[in-house]
């Protein structure tokens, strides 16, 4: 018996061989593309700057160096970057919102950020100090891990070491000499707490960038700041004339001090001199008193008669008028008179 071919039953079971084909294709797509991802996601690179942490069913697996790395697929194992090369800063008082080589650093200066940097010192003033807090991570699980929201918790330890110690300072010290101890301070003290943490953060630096009284008070702190300016000047001014006047009495009273000393030495040798010569005189006397007197008398006329201006010869017999007889130089004897 012939068999017979229905045209449209032949034509239902093509579209049905056809239809099942493309299920397959679309199926086999998918697979593709799902594969595709899984092989993607095995490899990542890491930059040099950057830590690579791998996580394995979220567990932590292994860290991992810069350069090109291979791991599970996604799903099995993830990876996460912690820059710890990069020394990463936090921001107080202020925000810095464009830092340009060769351009000026633009900041912004809102009221929300004054309420972190407006501060109450220990003598009962309120200044504004604002700072930044320069650190590296130093253990990149512990930072992920052992901290929850490790930026804020370095933010608010900052915030809250820097009230106590400006708390416990006088508003002019913050302001001027105190400024470098307030950061050693606050530096020594955030380091023991994140340590206390094990949040794996080395601090680099905590610097003091702007510390000025309240807008409302400026005027009265510059007139402050003016007098303790004159006054310092004044006392540089003193403490030089000082300098200079005080080695100059010195030097004064050492020379006086030298005269009289050579002075006090000429005297004492030259009366051991004289000593020394009236006793040698003396000696001679006793040897002959007569020839010493009258040596002594022609010495001491010598001496004398050189510093005379004029030389008077008198009579020791005259009993009334004393007859004065001038022998001055160039003056016959006949030109005087005689003189009562």
Same mark, same amino acid.
Do not use: C, H, M
């Given at each position: 018996m012939q068999q017979r071919y229905d045209p449209e039953q032949i034509f239902e079971e093509l579209r049905n061989h056809f239809r099942g084909l493309k299920g397959w294709r679309i199926a086999a797509g998918i697979l593709g593309a799902v594969l595709f991802i899984l092989l993607w996601s095995t490899w990542f690179t890491v930059q040099p700057e950057e830590t690579g942490i791998i996580q394995r069913f979220g567990a932590v697996h292994r860290t991992v160096g810069p350069g090109l790395h291979f791991k599970l697929p996604n799903g099995i194992e993830m990876v996460r970057t912690? =820059?710890?090369?990069?020394? @990463?800063? #936090? #921001?107080?008082?202020? @925000?810095?919102?464009?830092?340009?080589?060769g351009q000026r650093t633009q900041y912004a200066d809102n009221k929300a950020y004054k309420e972190v940097s407006l501060m109450l010192t220990g003598d009962l003033n309120v200044i504004d100090v604002q700072w930044i807090v320069q650190y590296r991570i130093e253990d990149p699980i512990h930072y992920i891990f052992w901290v929850r929201n490790t930026q804020q918790t370095i933010r608010d330890i900052s915030e809250s070491v820097m009230r106590r110690v400006v708390g416990n300072r006088l508003g002019s010290d913050v @302001?001027?000499?105190?400024?470098?101890?307030?950061?050693?301070e606050v530096k020594e003290e955030m380091q023991k707490i994140l340590t206390e943490y094990e949040a794996g953060v080395r601090l680099v %630096?905590?610097?003091?960038?702007?510390?000025? /009284? /309240?807008? /409302?008070? !400026?005027?009265?702190?510059?007139?402050?700041?003016?007098?303790?300016? $004159?006054? +310092?000047? %004044?006392?540089?001014?003193?403490?030089?004339?000082?300098? *200079?006047e005080i080695p100059k009495a010195g030097g004064e009273a050492s020379r006086t001090i030298s005269e009289a000393e050579g002075y006090t030495l000429? *005297?004492?040798?030259?009366?051991?001199?004289?000593?020394?010569?009236? *006793?040698?005189?003396? $000696?001679?006397? !006793?040897?002959? =008193? &007569?020839? %010493?007197? *009258?040596?002594?008398? @022609? +010495?001491a006329i010598g001496a004398i008669l050189p510093e005379a201006k004029a030389l008077y010869i008198v009579d020791s017999?005259?009993?009334?008028?004393? =007859?004065?007889?001038?022998? &001055?130089?160039?003056?016959? =004897?006949?030109a005087g008179g005689k003189k009562p």
């Open positions: 912690v =820059p710890t090369a990069r020394v @990463l800063k #936090e #921001e107080f008082g202020f @925000l810095t919102t464009a830092a340009v080589s @302001l001027t000499v105190g400024r470098v101890a307030v950061s050693s %630096t905590v610097e003091l960038q702007d510390v000025t /009284p /309240p807008d /409302p008070v !400026k005027p009265a702190f510059n007139e402050v700041n003016e007098a303790r300016q $004159d006054r +310092e000047r %004044t006392i540089n001014q003193a403490q030089e004339q000082a300098n *200079r000429e *005297r004492v040798n030259r009366a051991n001199g004289e000593a020394t010569r009236f *006793r040698a005189i003396l $000696d001679e006397y !006793k040897r002959a =008193p &007569e020839v %010493t007197r *009258r040596r002594l008398y @022609l +010495e017999d005259q009993k009334a008028l004393v =007859p004065w007889l001038p022998v &001055e130089s160039g003056q016959s =004897p006949d």
